[in-house]
């Protein structure tokens, strides 16, 4: 198995900069490419997982699925490995923070995000979503894996879960729920094989609840008991959101992302494209009553906007376009990870 460490060198090419994180399949490193002196990140399945085919095919998964998918708010992946024994793949490095991360600073000064902040997080999640569900279910959808960016910018993470409609159904087992089971709809708890698109809609209601309120919403909808200056309207968001029948929640992220950007205008009076001026002077002036604070992190202030912004310039939505059309959509396991 090959070793990564700080400093070393992986296929001749990737150079080790420093670990970025772990989670339950796979460890995250920042790499310089040296092949063409990009700052990547670097995923790889954990050692202990290498020879289980379950895990190995659900790591082709998240690149099969991502690989399809061509937006600026889902994390795009340029290359997928296998060197030795060693199966990985390098994605664009992401120098924000995760929402997590976020919503943890905000917890420490005694505030949850604002309704602004709240509404363009998750509107562009929406906006990746009606992309991403022309061909998959992300199906873990949580604040760990949104990264928001200091100018704003929203990466949608980790397909590992995601159901393609290409792929092999039974590549997960029957019964067995996947994803954080705070956020995992009732359907997926109980048969994650056979969700739908509206198991992610349950998931950005629970998403929307937490964010606004710091708690979990366990077995209450009544989000304005936790937040009172919140529209009345968020209860009913809440309520259909959440709804233990997929039939009753929202059908699409679309409509979940316009009831979303309706509330916003409700509670304010003013029109949506406001929200960007409105938003951004709400955290400015939480970022000012803390100025005095060490611990004070100016990366916290984070410009809002609700349109979709496509800021990538025409030469790389055209090549990525071609490489999605020509090369995007692997669904054999064999043939997703080149060999070095």
């Known amino acids: 198995m090959a070793k990564l460490e700080v400093g070393s060198l992986l296929a001749d090419r990737y150079e080790i900069i420093s670990l970025l994180g772990r989670g339950g399949m796979g460890m995250v490193y920042h790499v310089k490419d040296w092949q063409t002196q990009q700052d990547l990140a670097l995923k790889t399945l954990l050692p202990k997982y290498a020879k289980n085919t379950q895990a190995a095919r659900r790591f082709a998964r998240e690149v099969a699925a991502a690989r399809q998918l061509d937006h600026p708010c889902v994390v795009k992946i340029f290359d997928a490995r296998q060197h ?39 509107s562009l999640i929406c906006h990746a979503l009606e992309h991403a569900h022309k061909v998959t279910i992300h199906r873990d959808i949580s604040p760990e894996n949104v990264m928001v960016m200091p100018n704003g910018d929203v990466k949608l993470l980790d397909f590992g879960l995601a159901k393609l409609t290409t792929m092999d159904s039974n590549l997960t087992r029957i019964g067995v729920s996947l994803g954080k089971i705070q956020y995992s709809a009732p359907e997926q708890r109980m048969d994650a094989k056979n969700v739908d698109h509206r198991a992610d809609i349950y998931s950005l209601g629970v998403m929307f609840f937490e964010m606004l309120s710091g708690e979990l919403p366990l077995g209450s909808s009544n989000l304005r008991s936790l937040a009172k200056d919140l529209p009345p309207e968020v209860d009913h968001l809440v309520t259909k959101t959440i709804a233990p029948d997929p039939e009753d ?9 316009l009831a979303l950007l309706n509330i916003y205008q409700r509670s304010t009076g003013k029109g949506i494209e406001v929200i960007s001026e409105e938003a951004h002077v709400e955290e400015v002036a939480q970022e000012e009553q803390q100025v005095a604070s060490e611990e004070q992190n100016v990366d916290d202030t984070l410009p809002v906007f609700t349109a979709m912004q496509d800021n990538r310039n025409i030469f790389m939505r055209l090549y990525y376009k071609i490489k999605t059309k020509f090369f995007g959509q692997p669904t054999n396991f064999d043939n997703t990870f080149k060999k070095d």
């Open 84 to 122: 030795e024994d060693l199966l990985y793949y390098t994605m664009e490095y992401l120098e924000g923070k995760s929402l997590r991360a976020l919503m943890k600073n905000r917890k420490k000064r005694g505030q949850n995000m604002g309704l602004g902040s709240t509404v363009r997080i998750l």
């Open 249 to 257: 929640r929202y059908d699409s992220a679309e409509e979940f992302r």
